[in-house]
């Protein structure tokens, strides 16, 4: 077993050093893991930095109960916490009760109304994702571990338990559903 690994088996026995230690070794996965969520959702739609994903990743894995047999799979898990943080901050954005449905007034007037319009495509890819997990949720994971986690195909595959070749067409019928879906 791996370092990362006995780490994470002792944070879930509540092992609180464990787990800070485990967070320390991931902390540049971590990072690289929320740029990459943010660079794809936009930060200034989200109002969030990497640091702040990541620690507020942190505090609600933190929370959870949930036991990772490896590394790949807590990566797993923190895109899907990741994804999650990312869909609340653009629903809190968009409140009423916030003003989310005020006219946003930008200085920017290249920037003028592609803000509205990637919080409802961001809400929508994630209305279409649950929509697959419903019906197959497989797919959904590996929509998830691929394009939120950035993990590879044979990343996805051990993951899973499944080949890479599974892998594939499983991601070809799930970019060929959310196409369908998002239109």
């Given amino acids: 077993m791996s370092e990362i690994t006995t780490l994470l088996h002792a944070a879930v026995s509540g092992d609180r050093l464990a787990a800070e230690r485990a967070f320390a070794l991931l902390y540049d996965d971590l990072r690289r893991l929320a740029r990459s969520r943010l660079r794809r959702d936009g930060a200034e ?9 990541v620690h507020e990743s942190y505090l609600r894995l933190q929370g959870g109960a949930a036991a990772f047999p490896d590394r790949h799979h807590f ?15 653009v629903r809190a954005r968009r409140t009423e009760r916030r003003g989310g449905d005020a006219e946003r007034v930008t200085l920017d007037t290249g920037a003028i109304g592609s803000l509205a319009a990637h919080d409802d495509e961001v809400l929508r890819v994630h209305e279409a994702l649950d929509e697959l997990a419903a019906m197959e949720p497989r797919l959904a994971q590996v929509v998830e571990l691929r394009y939120f986690g950035g993990l590879s195909e044979a990343e996805i595959a051990a993951n899973l338990g499944v080949t890479e070749r599974t892998v594939q067409r499983d991601w070809q019928k799930a970019r060929l559903f959310l196409s369908v879906a998002l239109r």
């Fill in 45 to 53: 739609l989200t109002l969030l930095d990497t640091t702040v994903l």
């Fill in 75 to 89: 990566m797993a898990y923190a895109a899907k916490v990741m994804r999650t943080i990312v869909i609340d901050a």
